[in-house]
């Protein structure tokens, strides 16, 4: 059981936006601005999307956007293709007796 | 250019002592700021958390895991080695390491190795 809930599938069709959640606690996403989001495909090592709830590293394109409402933290990709459907983690940390901790996946699938 | 890589055994008997190893090129571990972390996955399964050495040295664990897991770094030789002590079949997976970036608290895994897939059993 993963300390962080992320649904287990998500979908859309090409263009469209697609958000998936990650909800946690008071204790982890919702005390403290350090989500990260990291993309994996099959058989591959994940990738860094988003750190620090929003920010995106040099290179990942500006379709893909984060958020945080209080205990639950989203990744927003927008205008969808192809080359996106993959499995996403948003991974948080947890306190110091908890340093970190990742949601259960959401496989994306563009229809 | 930043890369890692995981090198240990493929397999490993049930409560024998499993030993991994990253080794890494591009930075360095006495950098303030960076770290590298070790992250699992099992067949299947989503990712799992282990542990985080940062440059100073300072060691973080998963609560679940803290009894059997070292985490150690030789910043001469560029790399950081994982224990897991009395392995158990459910310990099957790829093992991934990580190099982190953020101050302290703040880490994100920014790079990471291909992974080495360990399987548990007699």
């Known amino acids: 059981q993963s300390a962080l809930t992320q649904p287990p599938s998500a979908s859309g069709s090409p263009g469209q936006s697609v958000t998936i959640s990650c909800t946690g606690t008071s204790s982890d996403v919702g005390g403290y601005n350090y989500v990260s989001w990291y993309q994996q495909y099959p058989g591959k090592a994940p990738k860094l999307m988003i750190f620090e709830v929003s920010k995106r590293p040099s290179g990942v394109p500006d379709r893909f956007s984060g958020s945080k409402s209080g205990n639950t933290a989203s990744l927003t990709v927008s205008g969808l293709q192809a080359e996106d459907e993959a499995d996403y983690y948003c991974s948080s940390y947890a306190g110091s007796n908890n340093w970190g901790v990742f949601g259960g996946g959401t496989k994306l699938t563009v229809l | 250019q930043i890369t890692l890589k995981e090198s240990g055994p493929t397999l490993v008997k049930p409560t024998q002592t499993l030993t991994l190893t990253c080794t890494f090129s591009g930075f360095s571990l006495s950098t303030t700021g960076v770290g590298v972390g070790w992250i699992r996955q099992p067949p299947g399964k989503a990712l799992e958390w282990l542990a985080l050495i940062y440059w100073d040295d300072d060691k973080r664990y998963s609560p679940s895991l803290k009894s059997s897991l070292t985490i150690t770094k030789d910043t001469s030789k560029n790399q950081v080695v994982l224990t897991m002590t009395n392995v158990d079949p459910v310990d099957t997976a790829t093992y991934y390491c990580?190099?982190?970036?953020?101050?302290?608290?703040?880490?994100?895994?920014?790079?990471w190795g291909q992974g080495t897939l360990v399987t548990v059993s007699s």
């Open positions: 990580a190099h982190s970036r953020g101050y302290r608290i703040s880490y994100y895994f920014t790079y």
